[in-house]
């Protein structure tokens, strides 16, 4: 929807640089950490995710970094392509928690030609 | 991969109306999950719908305002009872992706306003 990421802080990158989001968590408990991309008009869809005991994980053209000691989590697009412009959510899960999401603040990422 | 379809994908309505939202699956789920989408804002998870059972709300979320239908594996209704303008929001739901805790699919999303 056009409302979806008017407020949210805004990552501006030319085509084909590397992009970085970021995203501070709060809750130390969480298993696992995700990231989902929301194109306009659309629901969320999965990107990668990363158990907290791990530190890195690579997918296609992206990484996901976890640095537990400063509860941050970011994300890595390599060759940032136009299709990648959207809202990016981090998300917290945990055991138990049944597949509930938890999603943190989004950053809406625009890629210029 | 499953495919959610939403029904109505947006409406505007009259302050103190309810309006009632469709969720449909193309597989028989056990979860379901509903969020609100504020405008601008990031998603947070209204209730759980369960089969055959009432609905597990959030903090902050109640089921006079929220009724939540669940009569079988595919469908579910979400309803926004007494609206006013602050529940102006885009509606989703979502099913986990069987056998994993952090993939979920989503519906398109149901845009509302309230006028």
């Known amino acids: 929807g056009e409302s979806v990421g008017l407020h949210l802080p805004t990552l501006s990158v030319q085509e084909g640089d590397n992009s970085i989001i970021n995203c501070a968590y709060s809750?130390?408990?969480?298993?696992?950490f995700i990231w989902y991309k929301q194109e306009s008009g659309k629901g969320p869809q999965f990107i990668i995710d990363?158990?907290?005991?791990?530190d890195k994980r690579q997918g296609q053209r992206v990484t996901v970094l976890l640095n537990k000691t400063v509860k941050h989590l970011s994300l890595q697009i390599a060759a940032t392509q136009p299709g990648d412009s959207a809202v990016y959510f981090c998300?917290?899960?945990?055991?138990?928690?049944?597949?509930?999401?938890?999603f943190g603040a989004g950053t809406r990422l625009a890629v210029h030609p | 991969s499953a495919v959610i379809s939403q029904k109505p994908s947006r409406d505007i309505c009259q302050r103190g109306t309810s309006l009632t939202i469709q969720c449909q699956v193309d597989s028989q789920v056990t979860m379901m999950f509903w969020y609100r989408q504020q405008p601008g804002q990031s998603l947070t998870l209204i209730a759980t719908a369960n089969q055959g059972s009432e609905a597990t709300y959030e903090s902050g979320f109640v089921i006079d305002k929220f009724p939540i239908s669940r009569p079988n594996l595919t469908f579910s209704t979400l309803t926004v009872s007494n609206m006013s303008p602050e529940d102006s929001s885009i509606y989703l739901c979502?099913?986990?992706?069987?056998?994993?805790?952090?993939?979920?699919?989503f519906g398109q999303g149901t845009r509302l306003t309230v006028v």
């Open positions: 998300a917290e899960t945990f055991s138990g928690g049944y597949n509930k999401l938890i």
């Open positions: 809750n130390s408990a969480s298993d696992y």
């Open positions: 990363i158990r907290s005991n791990m």
């Open positions: 979502s099913v986990p992706k069987e056998g994993m805790n952090t993939e979920a699919f």
